[in-house]
């Protein structure tokens, strides 16, 4: 149990120092978003665009370093479907050793 709370409290501490020292991370979010959109066209150049999971990781992690607002018009996919592919990433915490 203290092992878990330990493990929680440094996870969420840990990205503290980042915010401190960087305060325009939304707009750096907002560019790796359409870095990662461009290699993904790039990887399928035919055809609709198809995400594996990797990219889905990615977008919803992503996700989180941008204000709810501004999602509709930065990621290529409704704010819908980015909280259905985040659904599953927050819900895989490691539990108590």
């Not at 594996?52 to 919803?60: V, Y």
């Not at 709810?68 to 290529?76: A, D, E, L």
């Amino acid at each position: 149990m203290i092992i878990s709370l330990l493990y929680r409290t440094t996870r969420a501490l840990l990205p503290l120092p980042a915010v401190l020292l960087r305060r325009n991370t939304a707009e750096d979010a907002e560019l790796l978003v359409l870095r990662h959109e461009n290699a993904v066209r790039r990887r399928q150049l035919n055809g609709p665009v198809h995400y594996e999971p990797a990219d889905r990781f990615w977008l919803a992690t992503l996700s989180s370093l941008l204000p709810r607002h501004r999602w509709r018009s930065v990621f290529p996919v409704t704010p819908g479907t980015l909280l259905t592919w985040h659904r599953p990433r927050a819900n895989t915490r490691p539990g108590p050793l």
